[in-house]
């Protein structure tokens, strides 16, 4: 794989530094609910800091915001990230995804951004699937390296690129269900068994396809509600009660995806199987989150949702490594150079 030129070579002294980082993290009620990708932005930070940046200038995207949204704020990210890193120095742009530009790779928006500036490092491996003007076409208008965070993340997931040991297994889930069938079906051939729970497995059940063998849920929690306090009881995963929907995978698949985890030798685990911020329907994410954990084996888990179960449960020490990319992760994993990463000159 072409590794990108670190930051560790730039020479930042006394320099205006724009870091694109991803710090979409999941907000609850407005405050930082999983500071986890938050964290893993700080070593990139503090090694600009102690060598004397002028300025680190964070910016990032949150959510998916159509335009300017108050409740799309970065204000909560940016108050976590200043606890976790007070240095007057550091200063958060607003979210990325309120400049119209941004989503569209636009010169213009990047232009916005780079102002000022004189170095441009990218440690948002969670976005480097976008073309986005933060990512990409800012590239074209500053020195540009990326940050230690992004390099780490190309070491371990290349790891599954190369020979791994078998069984490798797969499991998807979680929402995105449109950007992540897309890259399955280029995924598929490279494990020996793929599990699909969660939203995803509803997809397939309702019609979606995909060119090879999947474990599906054979049974589901049920709920005659979108509501944490819902009625719920356990059904047949293709027979639920007319209008009730699948929040969580049931006991018999659990144990069958906990097995089938447990037997393997390399897993990469991405998506939760059901709505696990609700304690109600955590069960069969956690079910995964800990057959993962018991494997002896090179084990990782990507995604904001499947990190946050693992922190939650605190089996983080137990996975080889906690990826904080989702989509970018399995884009990897498909043998795909990230545009974020291509616009990064080699290292
Ligand atoms: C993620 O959470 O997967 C990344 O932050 C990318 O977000 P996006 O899918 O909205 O581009
Ligand atoms: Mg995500």
């Known amino acids: 794989m072409r590794l990108p030129r670190s930051v560790r ?48 200038v964070v910016c990032s995207h949150l959510g998916r915001p159509k335009g300017a949204d108050p409740a799309f704020a970065i204000a909560p990210v ?23 530009g941004e989503t569209k790779n636009d010169p213009e928006t990047a232009r916005r951004l780079a102002e000022g500036m004189d170095l441009y490092v990218n440690d948002a491996f969670g976005s480097a699937h976008r073309a986005h003007a933060s990512t990409e076409a800012v590239t074209r208008l500053l020195p540009a390296y990326a940050g230690l965070l992004l390099l780490s993340e190309l070491e371990h997931l290349g790891r599954l690129l190369g020979d791994v040991e078998r069984p490798f297994v797969l499991v998807a889930g979680g929402a995105k269900v449109e950007d992540k069938l897309g890259v399955l079906r280029n995924l598929g051939d490279r494990a020996d068994t793929v599990i699909v729970g969660g939203k995803m497995a509803e997809e397939l059940r309702d019609g979606a396809t995909l060119p090879f063998p999947v474990e599906l849920p054979s049974d589901v929690v049920a709920a005659d509600a979108f509501d944490e306090g ?44 059901g709505v696990f911020e609700w304690e109600r329907f955590a069960g069969g994410t956690k079910a995964v989150a800990e057959a993962v954990a018991a494997v002896d084996g090179y084990t990782v888990v990507g995604g904001g949702d499947s990190v946050r179960a693992i922190s939650e449960l605190g089996l983080e020490d137990e996975v080889s490594w906690v ?10 994993l498909e043998g795909k150079e990230l545009p974020g990463v291509a616009a990064i000159p080699s290292a």
Do not use: C
């Open 323 to 332: 990826s904080t990319g989702g989509g970018a992760s399995l884009e990897l």
């Open 230 to 273: 819902a009625e719920s009881r356990v059904a047949p995963y293709d027979a639920l009660p007319a209008g009730w929907l699948g929040l969580d995978i049931g006991p018999e698949t659990r144990e069958r995806f906990g097995a089938l985890v447990r037997g393997a030798k390399t897993v990469f685990w991405n998506g939760p199987m």
């Open 78 to 100: 940016a108050e976590r990230l200043t606890e976790l890193i007070p240095d007057t120095r550091i200063r958060v742009l607003e979210n990325t995804r309120f400049l119209e």
């Open 9 to 56: 070579t730039a020479e930042v002294a006394g320099a205006h530094v724009l870091v694109r980082a991803d710090l979409n993290v999941p907000l609850e009620g407005g405050r930082v609910a999983d500071d986890t990708r938050i964290r893993a932005a700080l070593p990139t930070l503090q090694l600009l800091l102690g060598r004397d940046a002028a300025a680190v």
